[in-house]
């Protein structure tokens, strides 16, 4: 048998093109090649349904649904998913990935169904370490972010820019001391997969952008969110953070941009 599994996969590429099909049950060439990124399984649904199109992968790790140029795939919660997702995108070679996040407003000036346009990320959640050593920064692609930018005016919408914190734990609401932290860091939101993001993209060649929605107000225990305020936040604001995501994608896609600021 002459197959890659037989002879055994020794390489990176081997790997992320027999990984993300295994992922995801789609063929490498099927996917678009301008990629959204999401936690949600909402988004999915919403994208299949607004462009007619199948959701893929119901009994995989990661679904997506393809579009013509775009394919949105939501690949879980957490650092560790977001580097798995994006070194997986290798395979492929994307023109561009834009995660669509939720996000913790750290400030009050973020008001729950906001968009934070991230100019950095601080890099609190250990996983890029395994890509970086810490002093590199993470950023996003100049050009996405201004295109993302350029698209929520677009929509008649405002939004934030500053820096982002990303952790790895979950639970920390609680947490007095950590709190007292984070205001003296001055960010104005904290996620769980924005700094991964930034870090693998610029790992892996690919141009990253991210667009986040306040989700909750972490700061204070009426802002803590509950299965209510979720489901409140989902039915009044995702729709139009998809579409703006999509939008942006699809601005990128009939303007031919170079969205390639930096040589690798």
């Not at 947490?175 to 693998?200: H, Q, W």
């Not at 972490?218 to 039915?235: C, F, L, N, Q, R």
Request: with cysteine.
């Amino acid at each position: 048998m002459n197959s890659p599994t037989a002879k055994g996969l020794k390489t990176r590429k081997q790997i992320v093109k027999n990984w993300l099909p295994r992922y995801t049950g789609v063929p490498l060439e099927e996917f678009g090649d301008h990629i959204l990124l999401t936690n949600f399984h909402r988004y999915v649904k919403l994208f299949a349904r607004w462009h007619r199109v199948p959701i893929r992968g119901k009994d995989k790790a990661m679904t997506s649904a393809t579009a013509g140029r775009i394919t949105i795939i939501n690949f879980g919660m957490g650092s560790a998913t977001a580097a798995t997702v994006m070194d997986l995108l290798t395979a492929i070679s994307p023109k561009a990935v834009l995660f669509l996040g939720k996000c913790g407003g750290l400030k009050h000036r973020a008001e729950i169904g906001d968009l934070i346009l991230p100019i950095a990320a601080i890099r609190g959640e250990g996983t890029s370490d395994d890509y970086f050593p810490p002093e590199v920064p993470a950023l996003p692609s100049f050009a996405l972010q201004k295109a993302i930018s350029t698209t929520i005016r677009d929509f008649a919408r405002d939004y934030w820019t500053g820096t982002v914190y990303t952790m790895n734990r979950r639970v920390w609401e609680h947490d007095a001391k950590f709190k007292s932290y984070l205001k003296k860091i001055r960010a104005i939101a904290i996620d769980m997969e924005t700094a991964t993001i930034f870090m693998t993209g610029f790992f892996n060649e690919i141009t990253t952008g991210v667009l986040l929605l306040v989700s909750d107000q972490p700061m204070i225990p009426e802002g803590v969110k509950t299965a209510e305020s979720d489901a409140e936040v989902d039915d009044a604001y995702v729709t139009d953070h998809l579409k703006i995501g999509i939008a942006s994608l699809n601005q990128l896609i009939n303007q031919g941009l170079t969205l390639k600021h930096l040589k690798f």
